[in-house]
């Protein structure tokens, strides 16, 4: 009987080491899985990252536009005054400018033509007159 005994105490004995092999194993599997993130969970963070990029790129785009836009806007008023200023210098246009005299008062002399200071025209001129042209 002792040989009977001894195999049956054989087999519990790999009975008991494969079954805390096989728990070992689930629970070691059980954990990874809880460490590695889901495939739903990744699909999720995919999908908003892809939405976050075509956001900025059409943020891109409009403000690439708006940019576009602004210089061509900037480029054309610049040719204009440049086109204006080379007309007045060349004389092809008149330059009408707004001129305020201010009043010189006197209270010993009489009152005449003369007694108004002149014209203080080249402040309006300041932008128009090119730094060669002024001298």
Do not use: F
Request: proline share 3%; with cysteine; glycine share 2%.
């Amino acid at each position: 009987m002792s040989r009977v005994t001894a195999i049956i105490s054989a087999l519990v004995i790999c009975i008991i080491v494969c079954l805390s092999w096989a728990v070992n194993h689930y629970r070691d599997n059980a954990i990874t899985c809880d460490k590695k993130p889901s495939a739903k969970k990744n699909a999720r963070e995919l999908k908003l990252a892809n939405a976050a990029i075509t956001d900025m790129q059409m943020r891109q785009r409009d403000v690439a536009a708006l940019d576009a836009k602004y210089t061509k806007e900037l480029a054309d008023a610049k040719a204009e005054n440049d086109a204006l200023r080379d007309d007045v210098a060349a004389g092809r246009r008149r330059l009408h400018i707004k001129a305020v005299c201010q009043s010189v008062r006197e209270a010993t002399t009489a009152s005449g033509v003369d007694n108004a200071a002149s014209p203080d025209w080249q402040t309006p001129l300041n932008g128009i007159i090119s730094p060669s042209e002024r001298g």
